[in-house]
């Protein structure tokens, strides 16, 4: 048996330790004095003298000792005397992920079937229903951003919140990648769980304040996989024209507004967090391998936690308790007279 660091868990119990033993002492003198107040009140002493002989005042006194004893391991054991050491390894279910998705009108451009905005809620939910785990959050933002589900293990809340996005979900324009990662800080919790955001975007970062709250994001412990929609050569920005079909954005001098990927921004993002930067593809292929990058061990922090906890050792108080306490019932308090006499 291992006896190093010997220590109480619920020190806080072995004042009970102290004061319980004198209680039973002064409640066994009690119960002595009224005894022999009740005895003094039935008859005279001289006629108790004969009746009371058999009664072993050592006996008596054996019982209490033992009663005494038994409570003091008793509360001892309360206090949970431990030594010996184990070794217990403590791991966060999941993780929490966050997606941030740029829902501003370039997201509508075609050069991602059916179009960027569309393509990219499909591949979120694909790696959703693919992934099974962990906690799931959504962020949309243009010209500002906004938390439409919180992290929660409800997929299907989840999966309602992101088909409700669209380009109108944002009513401001622009789009500020800055503003939708410190939104995504502001929406982790702090906990012990790994952090991750997946940030799905054209990579237009009209702000450019992107990389600089990566860095913040970095610094707490957050890992950003970016993920770029659309195509280099980029495409043209269909507006809806009311009440009926579609017209094309166009800049102050009347030209066709062409809306390139820009994958720069993006590949600096993730290179500040430690995370990746992908091209989602026409089949959603981006976010496949940020999952296998999330699944495979090592990649991201491991947040497991090895502590040392003692072993518990009131187990043989308590069987001592016990062993006592049987003994004191078995202990009478008469003991056996030697009659004697003559012819």
């Known amino acids: 048996m291992d006896f190093t660091h010997p220590h109480f868990a619920e020190p806080r119990w072995l004042w009970l330790a102290a004061l319980a033993p004198l209680v039973v002492m002064l409640l066994h003198r009690y119960a002595a004095w009224a005894r022999r107040r009740q005895m003094a009140a039935f008859a005279a002493p001289e006629i108790l003298e004969p ?73 979120v939910q694909d790696f959703v229903q693919q992934h099974g785990r962990g906690r799931v959050g959504l962020i949309a933002f243009a010209g500002q951003a906004f938390l439409q589900c919180p992290l929660t293990f409800d997929y299907d809340a989840f999966r309602e919140a992101l088909l409700a996005v669209d380009d109108k979900t944002i009513p401001v324009a622009g789009t500020d990648i800055g503003r939708a990662l410190e939104e995504g800080m502001a929406a982790m919790e702090k906990n012990r769980r790994r952090k991750i955001l997946v940030l799905l975007t054209d990579g237009e970062d009209l702000e450019q304040r992107g990389v600089a709250k990566a860095r913040d994001l970095a610094a707490q412990g957050m890992v950003v996989f970016t993920i770029g929609v659309g195509t280099p050569a980029g495409g043209v920005i269909p507006v809806p024209r009311e009440p009926v079909g579609a017209d094309l954005l166009r800049d102050s001098s009347g030209q066709v507004v062409q809306s390139r990927l820009s994958e720069d921004t993006l590949r600096a993002i993730a290179e500040a967090t430690r995370g990746r930067y992908h091209s989602l593809g026409t089949l959603g292929e981006g976010m496949s391998l940020v999952r296998r990058a999330i699944d495979s061990p090592g990649f991201l922090p491991d947040l497991s936690q090895t502590r040392k906890l003692g072993v518990d050792r009131f187990h043989f108080l308590v069987a001592a308790v016990i062993v006592l306490l049987l003994v004191e019932s078995l202990v009478g308090t008469r003991r056996k007279l030697v009659e004697t006499g003559g012819r």
């Open 51 to 123: 009746l009371v002989r058999s009664h072993s005042r050592a006996r008596r006194w054996l019982k209490e000792i033992l009663l005494m004893l038994a409570v003091l391991l008793a509360a001892v054991a309360l206090a949970r005397p431990q030594w010996g050491e184990t070794s217990e390894v403590t791991r966060a279910l999941g993780e929490d992920i966050l997606f941030l998705i740029d829902c501003s009108r370039s997201m509508l451009s075609e050069d991602t079937r059916p179009n960027r905005l569309t393509r990219a809620k499909l591949a």
